[in-house]
């Protein structure tokens, strides 16, 4: 069965500091992968999506995620994180033959200090 | 850009009272739909498929008469927690996806709607 593991349930970094968010997938071939955002008691924002092509993604917030088969991972990464980007993040995958059933990481909570 | 709409955001009901929440997509038709059911702190964990049309899919595990899914046209899915009890409060959030094949189509979420049974 498809499976995704977020290792890290909270991540506290400094503000300016880099930032990286561990995402790996069970999945005989090549999904669908994404990274989403939610604010406390909101919605999710999609940051980046990979279908195929250029395995490093580019997302919104300055964003960017690696897509690495061998390693069957897709993790996120920020190079100077802000204060605002303080939130919960969800790694999600689609399997490619089920259109748009996304089955979800257990999320990463992200802290910031100033 | 493309805007799903949960309705009502919040919503406190007492027990053994049913209530609805309304998924709508706005400015594109939504052939399938998706519900999930969040508790806090946790992920999200997909409840159901909805098809326009056609009978909603469930997950295992989750009970088909108590989760009543409503997909009658291509922008209104509904959810409807019938004789809602307190164990069924939670955060519910929807999703849509657009016609014309997965690969070009994003999916976009609603706002989510909290339910609070007392």
């Not at chain 1, 498809?2 to 561990?22: M, N, Y």
């Not at chain 1, 092509?53 to 996120?76: C, H, M, P, Y």
């Not at chain 2, 959810?79 to 939670?90: G, K």
């Amino acid at each position: 069965a498809q499976s995704v593991t977020q290792p890290d349930i909270h991540i506290t970094v400094s503000e300016g500091a880099s930032l990286e968010l561990r995402c790996n997938y069970s999945y005989g071939a090549t999904p669908y992968l994404f990274w989403y955002v939610q604010s406390p008691g909101q919605g999710l924002q999609l940051l980046l999506k990979y279908f195929s092509g250029d395995t490093l993604v580019q997302g919104i917030k300055g964003f960017e995620a690696e897509f690495k088969r061998s390693q069957s991972s897709f993790n996120l990464r920020k190079p100077s994180v802000h204060w605002s980007d303080a939130a919960e993040y969800f790694c999600a995958v689609s399997p490619g033959n089920q259109g748009g059933k996304l089955i979800f990481g257990q999320g990463t909570e992200l802290s910031v200090k100033p | 850009g493309a805007v799903v709409s949960q309705h009502p955001s919040w919503v406190i009901c007492k027990s053994g009272t049913s209530v609805k929440i309304e998924c709508r997509s706005l400015d594109f038709q939504a052939t399938t739909m998706f519900w999930y059911r969040q508790f806090p702190k946790q992920s999200l964990m997909l409840m159901a498929t909805s098809n326009e049309g056609s009978k909603a899919t469930y997950e295992q595990g989750v009970e088909k008469d108590k989760f009543l899914i409503n997909h009658a046209s291509l922008t209104l899915s509904t959810l409807t927690v019938t004789s809602a009890h307190p164990e069924d409060s939670s955060f519910y959030i929807c999703s849509a996806k657009g016609g014309g094949g997965y690969s070009g189509n994003t999916i976009y979420f609603g706002e989510g709607s909290w339910l609070t049974v007392v």
